[in-house]
């Protein structure tokens, strides 16, 4: 069902493009044949693809993914950007107003977009560092002000690989984090093509450690290959565990549902993404963040929260699927109180998924800073 939905809209999609360039230049019939077939191939080409992403041949997939997932989201943002004029069109016919031409009119969206295309690109390339800042009476003063770097949907594989790493680790150590922590989407089907970047992450040693969740994706590339990466990567992974990361600081997480199915079993032989029962485990007294991939408080348990990390949305990635995301989820990106007390951080996320770029939605590494009431 998943495939054929894809399908009809992204086939869609081609289509208009194919169209309104078929029409803007009075393609004949061998250029239009080119185009059209061109529309066809970019329909499949993801499915295609996908298989691939595990293949060793590195240079033929990154060179492959690059022009699929990049027209990906030039052809989105041509889409966009022409229903828009389409619209303007079709009310300045009714004020009688001047429009332009089919080709003026694609030749100004085709410039909207590279000029939208390069700067998704840089802002993907360049992550930005939020700080945000959090006080509780529940952190003990003896602690002092905690530090914590966050991380989610990096998705390393063959559009984030090896080359693209420094943008996110050379911030993350000149920030000199007390914990580092991801809250899913670490790693991606390409795990093939992740020669050294487990060593790198693993150079990173915040003195109170690396803890992860497992997002949907690393569940698609396969569980053993994704719990593998983190423990070479110095990451403890949290499935359905909580524990105390240092005096009067605790720290929870569950896997993430993604496809369900037999597997997500925690390694006790508990159901790994029960977060009710998780929570259930943790004290009272003590200062819990909890780890979640999708950004949902958990129906059971929500008092024993103070801050739940999450992540999953990109928001949006693309700017208008952003309204997506929130008829999805209840948060957008940032802070947000929690009903019964504590509060969730929903990450933007950090790398990119699919389109190798981010439009009006930047990437971010957060700083989380706890501090102790009494320590002010």
Known sequence: MFLLVFLLLYGGLQAYVARKAQIAFGLMRRSRLVAWAWAGFMTVAPLLLWPLERCDCRLLVGTLAAVVYGWMGASFLFFCLGLLLDAWHVLARHLRLPVASPRHAFLMVALAVLVLTVHGIHEALNPRVRWVRIVSDKLPAEAGSIRIALISDVHLGVTMGPRRLPT??????????????????????????????????????????????????????????????????????????????????????????????????????????DDGATLARVPLDKFVIFLKHQPIPPEQGRGHVDLQLSGHTHGGQIYPFYWLTRLRYDYGPGLHALEGGGQLYLSPGTGTWGPPMRVLAPAEITLIELVPARYR
């Open 168 to 273: 996110v680790l050379e911030p993350i150590q000149a920030l000199k984090p007390d914990l580092l922590i991801s809250v899913g989407d670490l790693v991606d089907g390409g795990a093939v093509h992740l020669e050294g970047a487990a060593a790198r992450f693993a150079a990173i040693q915040p003195r109170y450690g690396k803890y992860a969740v497992l997002g949907n994706h690393e569940q698609y590339q396969g569980l053993k290959l994704s719990l593998d990466f983190h423990e070479r990567a110095g990451f403890r992974v949290l499935r359905a565990e909580a524990l105390e990361a240092l005096p009067g600081l605790v720290i929870a997480g569950v896997d993430d549902p993604g496809r369900g199915g037999p597997g997500l079993v925690s390694p006790k032989g508990e159901d790994s993404t």
